[in-house]
């Protein structure tokens, strides 16, 4: 079944629900950094990268995925929140709900670096200040000569996500520490944090563990965490739960292998998760339905522009756009109630009510119904020409609609067949006919998921999206270039024969994003973006180079050999005479061809307009008079001859 993020991450709340710039419902994500400061989270450890060997400490490893993460959400996901606490401490700070006073001694050893807000460049600054000022960290991330509680640290997490983002549907807690066994043997602390973990729960709060092992003991969950941190969703107890896979590496540094795992992907992967719909209808049969939600999990990444920036004054300000229409003869303004909307049909303006226009797009109550089932190989592969569609099942509105789910999905992957479904994403949304297909789970080498199991929607082409490939003639390769380009393919081959399309982000995107932050920042604008997409010649040129010149000759040996026997056989062939057999033989339609193309085209069309034939024009006929005419010559012959009847209709 579909991993549980996927819920927790994109249902959406009528209060902070919100349509994006692609007309998909946009959910707010609320994140809270809680990072330990001790002796062991401070003491600097080698890179997890061979590549760098420089060391660096798992808290300001930390706190630069923090730093990422913000820089990132910023710009990507401008409504989205972030805040920054630090436990552990000897220093004690904390915002009360009405920020005019501070609580210092109301939970002890927790630092609120960052309050939990839409951030800012002032905080974006201040977080990396911290990172690369070392005396402003000593200062700060110096520990406590006392345990901290957990089930302290946890309430201080309760109030910050209570008072900053009461509404939010994702509100997750990124808990960073070393410490597997935070309490010991206390048996009275070990509870007060469970009941306290147990609060964020049923809050609807999500507790995500980044365990870091220190160098002579590894990292274990069953000690405390395994109490503290729920695997189901608060949002859908009953549906199957995602079980991220224990670590059972005896490597010390597995914990910042993670962290610096989500450092470096942070700008591929905080895409905004976007909902297209929320407990649709999914109809087996009659009377006979279930409720699931849909999710866009693939979507192209395009640089979304949430605001206009003022740049003429010192400092860049956010403008507010305001709209006027006015009469074009009177430069009068024109209120909401004078505008009308209308189509053009056979030169007039008709006119229809909001009403009528929103009846116009009524096909009915969204739903997903089946109306048959096909085999897979039925289905080609080119008919994926639109983003698909992951569902998963709900239980708000039918009770049992899990279950139900799974059966369907387990029938349609055992027999290997798919369902054609009637599918309406929204009330106003034209009707699609789609396949239903089951997608099995897909983990990576270590066997973390990287696609969650489940149905998928995608839709399908109408007639007019298919179009048919020019015939081309295949000539094969000599075997001695094939064999020669198979080595060079073998020497280029990358690691682990797998592409991942997530380690290159889009290059265009990330240079937009780039600048929008260095004008934020008020930092230098860079030269040239960093381009992961670009080929690593050097690389190339030294797997392969030699075997690309082997080829390149063996190119330039076989074209020599096809010349000249091609040479030898037009020497060879014999030459027909002027008025021979073969002449007398051609057959007489070609000439019949070449003399009704040399003749007047426009008055060819106007005999047969005349006479009503105008089908039984050639494509070739009928281009050659509308370019002629200055007319669109691209279309099939049904367009061509509509559009060569409106000329001789308007002439005539």
């Known amino acids: 079944m579909a991993d549980d993020n996927y819920n927790r991450e994109d249902d959406v709340v009528e209060e902070e629900e919100e ?63 972030i805040g920054v606490l630090l436990y552990g401490t000897k220093q004690s700070k904390f915002y009360d709900e009405d920020e005019s006073s501070r609580g210092d001694l109301s939970y002890p050893n927790c630092y609120l670096f960052t309050d939990l807000d839409i951030p800012s460049a002032h905080e974006v600054l201040e977080l990396r200040s911290l990172v690369e000022d070392e005396d402003e960290a000593k200062d700060i991330l110096e520990p406590s000569e006392e345990p901290v509680s957990m089930a302290n640290l946890l309430f201080c997490a309760n109030q910050i996500f ?11 807690l990124f808990i960073v520490t070393d410490n597997d066994n935070p309490h010991g043997n206390n048996k009275s602390l070990r509870s007060a944090a469970t ?19 220190q160098v002579d003991h590894e990292f274990d969950t069953s000690k405390f965490y395994d109490d503290i941190i729920y695997k189901a969703s608060p949002m859908d107890p009953e549906a199957p739960a995602y079980l991220k896979p224990e670590s059972k590496t005896t490597d010390a ?46 979507k192209r990444q395009e640089s979304a522009r949430s605001c206009y920036v003022w740049l003429g004054g010192e400092k860049p300000q956010i403008a507010k756009g305001v709209t006027t229409q006015i009469a074009e003869d009177s430069a009068r303004t024109i209120e909401k109630w004078e505008i009308k909307k209308a189509y053009k049909f056979g030169g007039d303006q008709v006119c229809f009510t909001p009403d009528e226009q929103k009846g116009l797009k009524d096909f009915g109550e969204p739903v997903i119904r089946i109306i048959g089932f096909k085999p897979l190989s039925a289905l080609p592969f080119w008919a994926n020409v639109k983003h698909p569609l992951f569902i998963y099942p709900s239980e708000e509105d ?12 387990q029938k349609l992957l055992k027999d290997q067949k798919a369902a054609l479904v009637w599918y309406i994403a929204r009330k106003t949304a034209g009707p699609v006919l789609a396949v239903m297909m089951a997608g099995e789970e897909k983990v990576d080498e270590n066997g973390v998921q990287k696609m969650p199991s ?30 020669r380009m198979r080595t060079i393919v073998q020497q280029l ?37 960093d381009d992961k997409t670009l080929p690593k010649y050097r690389q190339i040129d030294k797997r392969a180079g030699d075997y690309v010149f082997e080829w390149s000759e063996e190119l ?19 030459r027909p005479a002027k008025g021979d057999a073969a002449d007398k033989a051609a057959p007489p339609a070609k000439k019949i061809k070449a003399e009704a193309g040399s003749g007047n085209i426009q008055e060819e069309v106007q005999k047969h307009f005349a006479k009503g034939t105008l089908s039984k024009l050639t494509v070739a006929s009928l281009r050659d008079y509308l370019a002629s005419q200055g007319r669109a010559t691209a279309g099939k012959k049904a367009e061509l001859l509509e559009r060569v009847e409106e000329l001789l209709e308007t002439k005539f």
């Open 19 to 81: 349509l994006d710039e692609t007309g998909y419902k946009s959910v707010r994500d609320a994140v809270l950094f809680a990072i330990e400061v001790s002796d062991s989270m401070l003491q600097p450890r080698p890179s997890a990268d061979p590549k760098k060997r420089s060391q660096e400490s798992p808290a300001t490893a930390a706190l630069k995925c923090a730093y990422h993460l913000m820089q990132q959400r910023i710009i990507s996901n401008p409504r989205d929140m």
């Open 493 to 529: 081959q990358l690691p682990k024969g797998v592409y991942d399309p997530q380690k290159y982000p889009n290059p265009s995107l990330q240079w937009h994003y780039r600048i929008l932050q260095a004008l934020a920042l008020d930092e230098d604008i860079p030269e040239k973006p």
């Open 162 to 172: 209570t008072s900053k983002a009461p509404n939010f549907v994702s509100r997750r």
């Open 195 to 213: 009941v306290r973990a147990k609060d964020l729960y049923d809050l609807g709060v999500i507790i995500e563990l980044f365990p870091i092992s």
């Open 253 to 298: 540094h597995d914990g910042i292998s993670l962290l610096n795992g989500l450092l470096s992907s942070i700008n591929s992967r905080s895409v905004p998760r976007r909902a297209q719909f929320s407990n649709m209808s999914l109809e087996l049969g009659p009377n006979f339905k279930i409720s699931v939600s849909g999710y866009i999990l693939f």
């Open 454 to 483: 489940g149905l998928w929607i995608i839709p399908l082409p109408f007639a007019d999206d298919v179009r048919q490939n020019p015939e081309a003639t295949l000539q094969v390769a000599p075997e001695s270039l094939i064999d």
């Open 398 to 409: 039918y009770v049992g609609s899990t279950r139900v789910f799974s059966a369907l999905y």
């Open 556 to 574: 330039d040996k076989q074209y020599n050999q096809i010349t000249a026997n091609q040479a030898k056989m037009t020497t060879l062939a014999k």
